[in-house]
Structure formats: C-alpha cells, structure tokens
T-cell receptor
Framework: DTEVTQTPKHLVMGMTNKKSLKCEQH?????MYWYKQKAKKPPELMFV???????INESVPSRFSPECPNSSLLNLHLHALQPEDSALYLC?????????????FGQGTRLTVV | SQQGEEDPQALSIQEGENATMNCSYK?????LQWYRQNSGRGLVHLIL?????REKHSGRLRVTLDTSKKSSSLLITASRAADTASYFC????????????FGGGTRVLVKP
C-alpha cells in the first residue's frame, strides 16, 4: 500500500465553523507533512511531524492546529478560518524526515471558506 | 520561501515532441527532486538527483543537474497527452533548514 489517503476531498465551511482534515498512511512512514497550495502556485510547507512529534511549524496561524494521534494518522483542525485560507491542503509522508527521501502525497482536500 | 524558479511557466507541445523545463535555485542543495501534479490533485514523485550526480534517467525522463549554475532540467521525451500536468522541482539542503522547498512549477500541455 503506497497510498496517502485524505478525507474529505472537498470541504466548504463558514468562518465560524470548526472542522478537521484527516490523513492516513500505512507505509510505516515516520514523517508526515501538511502543505497548503493556492491555485497555480507551488505547495507551501505548513507543518512537519517526525516520529509523532511536531518538528517544524512554518509560522502558521493558530487557527490551524495539527495533531498526530499515532504514526499512521495526521489531522489538521480548523477553526475561525478566513476566506483567504481557501486552498488545496495536501498531506504527505516520507520514510523519515531526513533530507533526500521521497515524499508521497495524498490527493488533497479542496477547502473553501465562505 | 520559494527556493526554485522554473522556466518556462507554461509549455504547449504536440504529442510525440520532447518537453524541456528548467529549474534554478539560489542556495546550495543536497538533493533535487521532480514531481508531477495533475490538475488540482496530489503530487507524484518522478525522480531524485543528488548533488554529486550530473544526470539521471527514468523511462522517458531525463534529469540533469549543474550545481555550478544552480540549475536542473527535466526532459520528457516522446510526450503523450497523459503527460499534461504541472511539473515542480523541489530542493532540500541545510540552507533551507533541510526542508523540501518547491519551485514555481511549469504547466505542460500536450496536445493530441
């Protein structure tokens, strides 16, 4: 199984809502990532988890809250988002967080904040 | 922050032609990877080239790396309509905090 599964595929939420994005992998990877991608732009790193611990937070606003319940799961909790947060949110995993390892990406969650 | 810049931003070719795109980066790297992204979907890893390598092949893909010029190129030979996608280079290295940083991407359209 070389898949990273993200749910939901699409999400529309209001600015006062609380929602969560989910990501799952069963490749035994010990590093997991959240990226944000705006239209026609490259993915931008948000968070890195290494061995279930948050190792990198790219100065992401606190309305985005990551969680890694176990080595296979990664969540992104969303609260009080703004319309400019609308984007494709991509989860990825790699064997570990050392440089030079291939990242496997999920299909993304297309988020629209209204 | 964006490490790599890709050129061209968009490329339109006929099926069967070769497609070449370039990636330039600013700081020293350990590795450079190329990824493909079909419209609005996840990224798929294509190839990784290490800083001590100059050229690598994988099927119809050929990647070169020139660390003296801080640039890389991706060549897709005998293109197919299914190659229509955005292609991103991604670099990692100490200067970027050992994080994978993506370039701006090249949107490739292969016309049947």
């Amino acid at each position: 199984d070389t898949e990273v599964t993200q749910t939901p595929k699409h999400l529309v939420m209001g600015m006062t809502n609380k929602k969560s994005l989910k990501c799952e992998q069963h490749m035994g990877h010990r590093a997991m990532y959240w990226y944000k991608q705006k239209a026609k732009k490259p993915p931008e790193l948000m968070f890195v988890y290494s061995y279930e611990k948050l190792s990198i937070n790219e100065s992401v606003p606190s309305r985005f809250s990551p969680e890694c319940p176990n080595s296979s799961l990664l969540n992104l909790h969303l609260h009080a988002l703004q319309p400019e947060d609308s984007a494709l949110y991509l989860c990825a995993s790699s064997q570990d967080s050392r440089i030079g390892t291939e990242a496997f990406f999920g299909q993304g969650t297309r988020l629209t904040v209204v | 922050s964006q490490q790599g810049e890709e050129d061209p931003q968009a490329l339109s070719i006929q099926e069967g032609e070769n497609a070449t795109m370039n990636c330039s980066y600013k700081t020293s790297i350990n590795n450079l990877q190329w990824y493909r992204q079909n419209s609005g979907r996840g990224l798929v890893h294509l190839i990784l080239i290490r800083s001590n390598e100059r050229e690598k092949h994988s099927g119809r893909l050929r990647v070169t790396l020139d660390t003296s010029k801080k640039s890389s190129s991706l060549l897709i030979t005998a293109s197919r309509a299914a190659d229509t996608a955005s292609y991103f280079c991604a670099t990692d290295g100490r200067a970027a905090g050992n994080k994978l940083t993506f370039g701006g991407g090249t949107r490739v359209l292969v016309k049947p």
